[in-house]
């Protein structure tokens, strides 16, 4: 029988713990329990056999702990001791259901493939990348789906992004039923801060079978717990509790929660939603053979659809309900001459930029357009989601036309995305709908097709159905689609608003979708187009529309936005409303304080002053002051002044680093006026800088990376943990003659060295200068560098030195 | 025996902060302070701060420690070690981390402003500092109420004088740091979150031996950092 036709129809049981067990029968600190599998296979079969004969349905392999990281250390591969776990188990089945043969009839038993977390952190905040996670994953399921597990359970897992990258693993190998059960803790925060929520969100997004609790929390606390997931959750849900919290006893974790007291409270968690139970630490065959007595007869309760148009971050989920939410547009290159140039040169700080005060003005969404001809659109997209992610919270919508940039989009989020766009034409249906389905995002529908956009409401809407019914044939369901009425600007049609506003309002009350508008097209061609975008995004909400595509930064948008939810009663109390104005009130006073002090730009930058640096530029420029002379006279003597106080230890590090990031205001002033007279501010030669292999503290690359920049250097950062052969690819193929490398401790300066090693094999002809906690001049010298640096100063000397002397 | 993060903020140390940054015994001027008010603020509201320790037996020999449980016995072989927790009868390992949040947060700061970026570093260490400071106390408690009372060694981590640093991984074996609190090592031995901390903390009934000397009692003399 398969696993999934008895899923979430009648209640299944799991086993228990096998950890403590195997330490029990003489498993030491520190071996490798799968080691078991080839070493003493017989107890394995045993510990199985007896959770089966307590009653359980489905018997965890042991092969929780296998992958190639941590099969470096044993004998075995991967392959050999997850087909050696998983075939215990099958083992350990048919001899039960042999056993079982003649006195009754054997209740239904599966053998999961167990796949438990790596150890790693992914990128971009940790060690290992996603694709790198994948196949670590890929690897275990090919080899468990060969050894003909029956399901996929992977567990105590605490990392969204590790989950995701598991799931596509075992979705994308193998066609087995998957079930996933998370580790959280008494708040409901996973260890890298998803919720129960957002998670979920995700999980049932990439079509998952089945997800849940286990380990971490004892079944008294999975029950605070629990109501989190009924509420959000359209899947079975499976709790696999610890036999209560720890306890520490003579340095002896134990678990403490007896059989009787255990089974009494996963009744209560099958009462409440939970229609698979079993154990996890601390739990015994005693314990699932009391749980089964007590719950084997219970009814589950159905489990149902809760309907619920959802998107979510790493950490949260975002909800389309009555309250409208602000998907902020800024991310995107059209029109932004600005933008698209911070693409062409790579800048992603800028995008990030754009995000961050996004996020600040209050969106909840962002839009993520990174598309431009000439560039390699599917990198970069993949780029800007994951670089995003590491420092924004909200969820992302992925806009673009380019199906590989959206496959990557998607692919390497970390939640459960929006995707912008489809529509009704057949081709766009039939690429988008597809890769939409896989990677469970919400999906933007745009309502037109072959024949564009319908001059009517009815017109309209005929394509809204048409794109329901066919994503329903892709097996995507109407809460994951968003229907987009599409806004015509009413300077060239004066009925645009009125058709928009009543497909709108039938769409989201008729049809009983939710509804997206990009707002600020209803004016194009008209002047003061805020006056007009603001009174239509009022009437638009007042029509039903879930979430409007705007700029959170412009002010009057926002004051519509909250007064409409204030006037709606879906701002409570009007806190929300009240504290934007109360903000709003304060801040007028601060920018004009910051205003009242006017100072040379020597000064400015003396003291660290970003805004009073620009403002300073700027008054030279407009005195016809040479954009070069500025630099020379008065940007870098200043400098100067900074670095020989640094130097000399009257002036500390922040100090340094105001200096600078007023000099880069300056800068900023020079670029800009240049770029207007159609000239090119010059560089005094190129510099690679890296934090080098393994190495991840990147603070002191960045620092130095700063003021370099700020002396005139083209700087290319290649990062952190950055692989030898990048440096010297990077160092010859852009002819580079200075590098500059970073490492922090005893056991990364190896793979400084190794660099430098390299470098002088293959080239020569560039200088290497090293700084980092633990190095000091002795140890340069040993490992072969030109230079070292103790402080970020040292550095800009000695890249000074260089380009006097002609060597850059 | 829950830490709250206003607890930890009350606890920081404002002067290994500056110390961080380089001052030495100086103070930074106004603008720096209200920076790292405002950079701690974010801290403590960002950050959620976990942590996971064992106690054990401690026996001390002159090259090395061994530390035993009832099931188990670790080594290691260290002479400053080894002279650190002269006269403790029993030992913690402990592992303590701000989490992902901190990485996150530092990461924002390294976008928007650098100076912020390096006082959010400085505020990091000195965040985990006070945290792993009021963890030990509890942990002293606790042990003191079943064994009499015992007074705190300095805190001592893989990679403090001959202790090396490959010892971090009987650290996370022992204490399951990645599963219980999300601290990861990598190959080359760094943990992942970065503001995080892997201490061994002696125990002793002789209460002259404070723990407040730290930093003092390094070899390195010439160090950047060093306490003044």
Not at chain 1, 110 to 128: M, Q, R, V, Y
Not at chain 1, 371 to 381: F, H, V, Y
Not at chain 2, 38 to 49: C, R
């Amino acid at each position: 029988m398969d696993f999934r036709e008895l899923l979430g129809k009648r209640i299944l049981f799991f086993d228990g713990g096998m950890g403590t067990l195997l330490q029990e029968r003489g498993l030491k600190a520190g071996e490798v329990p799968e080691m078991w599998n080839v070493l003493h296979p017989e107890i394995i079969r045993q510990i199985h056999r007896e959770y089966l004969n307590a009653g359980c349905n489905v018997v965890s392999a042991n092969t929780f702990g296998v992958n190639a990281y941590k099969c470096r250390n044993t004998a075995c591969t991967v392959d050999e001791l997850v087909t050696a776990g998983v075939h215990l188990a099958q083992e350990a089945i048919a001899e039960v259901r042999n056993a079982k043969q003649g006195s009754k009839k054997a209740h239904p038993m599966f053998a999961a493939l167990d796949i438990g977390s790596i150890g790693k952190l992914l990128k971009p905040l940790g060690e290992i990348s996603f694709d790198e996670a994948y196949q670590t994953f890929r690897e275990i399921v090919l080899a468990g789906d060969r050894a003909g597990a029956d399901l996929i359970l992977i567990e105590t897992v605490s990392d969204s992004y590790e989950i995701k990258a598991a799931v596509l693993a075992a979705k994308e190998n193998s066609d087995l039923p998957v079930v996933v059960t998370m580790i959280f803790d008494e708040g409901g925060k996973l260890l890298t801060g998803g919720d129960v929520a957002s998670v979920t969100a995700m999980l049932e997004g990439l079509g998952v079978d089945a997800v849940g609790f286990n380990c971490g929390l004892g079944p008294e606390q999975m029950k605070k717990l629990l109501p989190q997931l009924t509420e959000c959750c359209s899947l079975p849900i499976v709790v696999n509790p610890n036999a209560g919290l720890p306890v520490v006893v003579d340095g002896q974790t134990i678990f403490t929660v007896e059989p009787e007291e255990f089974a009494q409270s996963v009744r209560v968690l099958v009462e409440m939603g939970a229609s698979v139970a079993g154990g996890c630490c601390g739990t015994t065959p005693a314990h699932i053979r009391r749980v089964v007595e007590l719950c084997g007869d219970m009814e589950i309760k159905p489990v149902t659809d809760k309907n619920l148009t959802v998107v979510s971050s790493y950490n949260h989920a975002v909800y389309f309900a009555r309250k409208p939410l602000i998907i902020g547009e800024r991310i995107n290159p059209t029109g932004k001459s600005k933008f698209k140039q911070a693409l062409r040169s790579h800048d992603m700080e800028y995008i990030y930029r754009e995000g961050l005060s996004q996020e600040e003005n209050g969106a909840h969404i962002l839009d993520v357009n990174v598309g431009l001809p000439e560039i390699d659109e599917p990198q970069l997209m993949q780029e800007a989601v994951t670089g995003i992610q590491a420092i924004i919270d909200l969820p992302l919508q992925i806009d673009t036309s380019d199906t590989e940039a959206m496959e990557r989009g998607l692919r390497y989020y970390n939640g459960k995305p929006m995707l912008n766009s489809v529509n009704g034409k057949k081709e766009s249906m039939e690429r988008v709908f597809p890769i939409a389905k896989k990677y469970g995002a919400v999906v933007v529908c745009l309502c037109l097709d072959e024949g564009g956009i319908p001059e009517t409401v009815e017109g309209r809407l005929a394509v809204a159905e048409k794109l329901v019914k066919t994503a329903a044939a892709y097996g995507i369901p109407k809460k994951n689609l968003v229907m987009d009425a599409l806004v015509l600007t009413i300077s060239t049609g004066q009925d645009n608003a009125n058709i928009t506003l009543q497909t709108l309002r039938r769409i989201r009350f008729e049809m009983g979708l939710h509804t997206v508008l990009g707002v600020s097209n209803i004016s194009f061609g008209l002047p003061e187009r805020s006056r007009i975008n603001t009174a239509f995004f009022t009437m638009a909400m007042n029509s039903g529309l879930s979430a409007g595509i705007v700029n959170p930064s412009s002010e009057p948008m926002m004051n519509a936005y909250y007064s409409f939810n204030a006037l709606t009663g879906v701002d409570e109390q009007c806190m929300e409303y009240i504290a934007k104005a109360s903000c709003a009130a304060e801040n007028p006073g601060a920018a004009a304080l910051s205003k009242s002090a006017e100072m040379t730009l020597d000064e400015a930058i003396v003291k660290g002053l970003a805004e009073s640096a620009y403002e300073a530029t700027i008054k030279l420029l407009d005195q016809n002051k040479d954009s070069l002379d500025i630099i020379n006279e008065n940007l870098i003597p200043a400098l100067d002044v900074v670095g020989k106080g640094f130097e000399e230890k009257r002036m500390f590090l922040p100090q340094l680093l105001m200096s600078a990031d007023a000099a880069k205001a300056s800068f900023e002033a020079i670029r800009t006026t240049l770029s207007k007279q159609g000239k090119q501010s010059g560089s005094k030669g190129k510099i690679v800088i890296a934090t080098v292999k393994g190495d991840i503290h990147d603070i002191g690359k960045n620092i130095v990376k700063t003021l370099l920049e700020n002396y005139g250097f083209e700087m290319i950062d290649l990062g952190k943990d950055v692989d030898p052969q990048l440096i010297l690819k990077t160092v010859q193929e852009q002819n580079v003659r200075l590098v500059g490398l970073s490492a922090l401790m005893t056991t990364t300066v190896v793979s400084m060295e190794e660099t430098i090693r390299l470098l002088r094999e293959q080239h020569a002809d560039c200088k290497v200068m090293v700084g980092g906690a633990v190095l000091t001049q002795e140890y340069a010298d040993r490992i072969g560098a030109d230079f070292y640096s103790r402080d970020a100063m040292g550095s800009v000397r000695y890249a000074n030195a260089l380009w006097e002397r002609g060597e850059l | 025996m829950e830490i709250r993060n206003d607890d930890i903020r009350e606890r920081v140390n404002i002067r290994e902060i500056y110390r961080y940054l380089g001052y030495g015994a100086g103070e930074p001027d106004d603008s720096v302070y209200s920076m790292i008010v405002e950079v701690l603020g974010q801290l403590s509201q960002t950050v959620q701060p976990r942590y996971v320790y064992r106690v054990y037996a401690c026996s001390v020999s002159e090259t090395g420690v061994t530390l035993s449980a009832e099931d188990r016995a670790v080594t290691f072989e260290s002479r400053n070690l080894a002279a650190n927790l002269a006269q403790c009868s029993r030992a913690a390992l402990i592992a303590a981390t701000l989490g992902i949040a901190a990485d996150k947060l530092l990461q924002k700061y390294e976008i928007l402003n650098m100076t912020k970026a390096a006082i959010a570093q400085a505020c990091g260490a000195a965040y985990i500092e006070a945290y792993c400071d009021i963890v030990q106390e509890q942990i002293c408690e606790q042990v003191s109420a079943e064994a009499g009372k015992l007074y705190l060694r300095p805190r001592f981590s893989p990679g403090y004088g001959d202790l090396p640093l490959h010892c971090q991984k009987v650290f996370f074996a022992e204490l399951e740091c990645t599963k219980r609190i999300g601290l990861t090592l990598t190959d080359s031995l760094l943990m992942y979150p970065t503001k995080s901390v892997t201490a061994l903390i002696g125990l002793t009934a002789n209460p002259l031996s404070c723990h407040i000397g730290r930093c003092k009692n390094c070899a390195c003399t010439d160090c950047e950092f060093r306490e003044v």
